[in-house]
Nanobody
Framework: QVQLVESGGGLVQPGGSLRLSCAAS????????MGWYRQAPGKQRELVAT???????NYADSVKGRFTISRDNAKNTVYLQMNSLKPEDTAVYYC?????????WGQGTQVTVSS
């Protein structure tokens, strides 16, 4: 079992920044895929950014150049730095891990971009 705890969401004005954190209950050093998804009201959950073993990063086109995913293996934590936020970035953001043939999700953290 892998437990994931997200933090760092909140209300921010357009153009602002937030950093999300996802702390895992196990070492992330050998985790195959780890990253972030989001779900806006009335929409399907979508990929935001992920690390794949390599490490290889993958970003949704809508966030390229604005969001950066990073990891701290010593803290078993993955981060999502979000800059130049737009109202359309408003969503619940979920941490995701695919490891040992299992998929795990965090509880989600709300990000609201509004003036």
């Amino acid at each position: 079992q892998v437990q994931l705890v997200e933090s760092g969401g909140g209300l921010v004005q357009p153009g602002g920044s937030l950093r999300l954190s996802c702390a895992a209950s196990v070492s992330i050093f050998n985790i195959y895929v780890m990253g972030w998804y989001r779900q806006a009201p009335g929409k399907q959950r979508e990929l935001v950014a992920t690390f794949t073993s390599g490490p290889i990063t993958n970003y949704a086109d809508s966030v390229k150049g604005r969001f950066t995913i990073s990891r701290d293996n010593a803290k078993n934590t993955v981060y999502l730095q979000m800059n130049s936020l737009k109202p359309e970035d408003t969503a619940v953001y979920y941490c995701n891990v695919y490891h040992a043939s299992n998929t795990y999700w965090g509880q989600g953290t709300q990000v609201t971009v509004s003036s």
